[in-house]
């Protein structure tokens, strides 16, 4: 059974930064594309950023250049450094992977920068 469990979400000023870690049970991340989303409120989810399973990246145009994915194989975690956060970085993030066509989603951790 694949799981993904989001965690280091939290409350953060302006300027900012969080480390947001992805740990995954039930396949070896290695083998699999990973991807880092998000959902402010009344908002769709967006793909903030996206690794192969080769380490290429990929990110949307806000975050280029404050955040940077990555992976972990031997803890089987993918992680989102953020950077010089701002208010509009505020949102669920979620972690996904997509495996036979079938998306999984963790359960989100909350990010909120404000002052």
């Known amino acids: 059974q694949v799981q993904l469990v989001e965690s280091g979400g939290g409350l953060v000023q302006p300027g900012g930064s969080l480390r947001l870690s992805c740990a995954a049970s039930?396949?070896?991340?290695?083998?699999?594309?990973m991807a880092w989303y998000r959902q402010a409120p009344g908002k769709q989810r967006e793909l903030v950023a996206s690794?192969?399973?080769?380490?290429?990246?990929n990110y949307a145009d806000s975050v280029k250049g404050r955040f940077t994915i990555s992976r972990e194989y031997t803890e089987n975690t993918v992680y989102l450094q953020m950077n010089s956060l701002k208010p509009e970085d505020t949102a669920v993030y979620y972690c996904n992977t997509i495996i036979d066509l079938l998306h999984f989603w963790g359960q989100g951790t909350q990010v909120t920068v404000s002052s």
């Open positions: 039930g396949i070896n991340l290695s083998r699999y594309a």
């Open positions: 690794i192969t399973s080769r380490g290429g990246t």
